[in-house]
């Protein structure tokens, strides 16, 4: 939902700073100045509150460890250009409809809209950096607009309203900036233009800059910030450390870290319960659904359909019969790390419970 309007007006916050025009900046300057701070596109992530980065990957990026690797990237002339970006992601439609999003803003409103060609820095805290994608001209009702496309999947995040993720990045801009108001403009499946309004909330504005200072100190420190349990925290967790050593860290004297282990223990045991409680009540639906395909309950529906038949290729034969094209074609592939439990029993051997393992970046 949009951030409502706050009821007394604040006192007029200071400008932001230009810290680089970004017009002609060659994209590898503005990949280090965007380490330099949090941008606007990073306030979600930064604190824990992205749907797609963890603070862990974003401390990775931050502290020049990996390329930043986001799908949601600030507007600018350094982003990569159409030619560099593969045509079948978000990133390419997204720098292609932009501008025809910010042209139906100004044909819906009447209010004119113009680049912003530079890496803008808050006033007082340097750390904080923002990129907006264009600002209002002689509008007294917003200042800023911020321009989104989704696709059909995507399109369902913002069925509420503006996404929370957005919301943050908007207050982000207002607070670099000390503007009073955003516009949202969201292409919808392609065909369906939402323009949303979120107002400056200085409580909002403060506490969201307590969180993303307290990020940063992970930064400066060079300490990574706890994982959140999160995909993008397991890919960063590989990427860290993509190898094991061979040696052995015993902690059995390590209290904090013996009763995360027995609280590890306790959830994995209750997991099982209830995946195997949730494969017996699927198996009585399907039981009584028979060859029905559909199940109607008065909170909903359950389907069982047969999936469409595929051709697939005959590895075994085809390495059998022609074993030196199929060896033309190998190539090699990353071992990822297989996480292994042992749980220690009185009389008993050590139950061994192993995970899959976590893929190669």
């Given at each position: ?31 280090q100045?965007?380490?330099q ?60 409809l ?59 995040m ?19 900036t ?93 997991l ?9 009540l ?47 074609y ?17 009389g ?14």
């Amino acid at each position: 939902m949009s951030v409502p309007a706050p009821k007394i007006r604040p006192a007029r916050a200071r400008p932001a700073l230009k810290l680089v025009k970004t017009q002609q900046l060659p994209r590898e300057e503005w990949l280090q100045v965007r380490q330099q701070g949090i941008g606007s596109s990073d306030a979600a992530a930064a604190v824990g509150l992205h749907p797609y980065k963890s603070p862990l990957q974003l401390w990775l990026e931050k502290t020049g460890r990996v390329t930043s690797g986001t799908k949601q990237a600030d507007s600018s002339h350094a982003k990569p250009s159409l030619s560099e970006m593969p045509e079948d992601g978000p990133l390419y439609w997204g720098t292609l409809l932009e501008p025809l999003v910010a042209a139906h803003y100004t044909k819906r409103t009447g209010h004119r809209v113009r680049r912003v060609n530079a890496v803008l820095q808050h006033p007082d805290k340097p750390w904080m950096l923002a990129n907006i994608d264009r600002e209002v001209i002689g509008a007294s009702d917003a200042q800023i607009l911020e321009c989104k496309t989704a696709g059909i999947q995507g399109s369902r995040m913002w069925s509420d309203g503006v996404p929370e993720y957005v919301q943050l990045q908007v207050l982000h801009q207002l607070a670099v900036t000390g503007k009073q108001a955003a516009d949202v403009a969201v292409l919808l499946g392609g065909q369906e233009v939402q323009i949303h309004r979120i107002h400056r909330n200085e409580d909002m504005i403060c506490h969201l800059m307590e969180l993303e200072e307290a990020f940063w100190r992970y930064v400066q420190k060079d300490c990574p910030p706890p994982a959140d349990g999160s995909g993008s925290s397991a890919k960063a967790l590989l990427s860290m450390f993509p190898t094991d050593q061979g040696t052995t860290l015993d902690l059995s004297d390590d209290l904090v870290m013996s009763a995360l282990f027995s609280d590890y223990l306790d959830v994995r045991q209750q997991l099982e319960r209830f995946v195997a409680q949730e494969a017996q009540l699927r198996q009585s639906l399907q039981q009584r659904m028979g060859d029905s395909t559909r199940l109607l309950f008065g909170q909903g529906s359950v389907t069982w359909k047969k999936v469409k038949d595929t051709q697939v290729i005959d590895g075994e034969s085809l390495a059998r019969d022609h074993p030196n094209l199929v060896e033309s074609y190998r190539k090699p592939k990353a071992g990822g790390r297989r996480f292994s439990v042992q749980v220690r029993e009185i009389g008993t051997t050590d139950a061994n419970h192993d995970e899959a393992p976590m893929p190669a970046s």
